[in-house]
C-alpha cells in the first residue's frame, strides 16, 4: 500500500486505520498519515471515510427508491419497483407485529435504518485492497469502506434512536409518567433507589446494546477478511486455502450484514413501542 513490503502487521493496522482529518501536531488542520497522529488529534478529529461512505450511501438509498417511486405504475410492476415494494411490505408487516401505537414515523424510520444499515455492512464485501489501493494512488494514506465498523456511527445511530426513545416517553406518557417508571417500577415508592438503579441501566443499556452489537460483528467481519487476505501473502498452500476460505466466508457474511441491519432495526421499533406504552 505504501510502495513498501508491509509485514502482517502492519498490514492490519494500515487497514484498520481511518483516513482522519484533525489538528496536526505542528498546530495546522491536516490528513494524518499515520496512527500515532490520528490519536494525536483527539476528540475532535473527523473519520472523513466514514463520513464520506455513509453519507454517499444514505444518497444512493435515496435516489435508488425515488426512482421506483417516480417509475412506479398501476399494471404489473417492473423488476426494481416489485423488489421495492416487497421491502416495503416486509418493512410495513414488521411494525405491524412489533409496534402497537399510532405513530406514521416509524415505518419510514425503520425502513431507513434497515436499508441504510444494510448497504453501510455491504461495503464488507467488497475487495478489502482495491479500494485502498484506489485511495493510495490518489494521495490519501488509509480508506476504511466499511462505515458500521466505525463505532463512531452505530454510536451515533443508537443515539438518535435514544433520543426518540427519550421523546416520545415523555409525549405520550408525559414527564411525571416517564420520571414515575424510572423510580416506580417495578418495587413501588419504597424502593425509589433500586427502581432508579435498575431502570437507568435498563434505559442506558438500550443505546450502548445497539451500537456495540452491530459495530463488533461488522468489525470482526472485516477482521477475518483481513485476516483471509494476509494468508494470499504466506504461501501458495494457504493463498489457495485462503480463495476457499474467503468466498465460504463471504457467502456466510450476506446473512450476518443482513441480520445486523434486521436487528437494529427491530430493536429500534420494540423500544419505539415500549416508549408509547404506559408501563413495560
Sequence with gaps: MTGETLTSSEYIKHHLQNLTYGRLPDGTWGLAHSAEQAKEMGFWAVHVDTLGFSIGLGILFLWLFRMAARRATAGVPGGWQNFVEWIVEFIDGTVRGSFSGRNPMVAPLALTIFIWIFLMNFMDLLSIDHLPQAAHAAGLPFLKSVPTTDPNVTFGMSLAVFALIIYYSIKI?????????????????????INLFLEGVNLIAKPVSLALRLF??????????????????????????????????????????????????????VYLDMAHQEHH
Design 173 to 193: 406518557k408525559g414527564l411525571g409518567g416517564f420520571l414515575g417508571e424510572l423510580t416506580l417500577q417495578p418495587f413501588g415508592k419504597w424502593g425509589l433507589p
Design 216 to 269: 463488533g460483528n461488522l468489525y470482526a467481519g472485516e477482521m477475518i477478511f483481513i485476516l483471509i487476505a494476509v494468508m494470499y501473502g504466506a504461501s501458495w498452500l494457504l493463498g489457495s486455502f485462503a480463495g476457499l476460505l474467503q468466498l465460504g466466508w463471504a457467502i456466510f457474511h450476506i446473512l450476518i450484514i443482513t441480520l445486523q441491519a434486521f436487528i437494529f432495526m427491530t430493536l429500534t421499533i
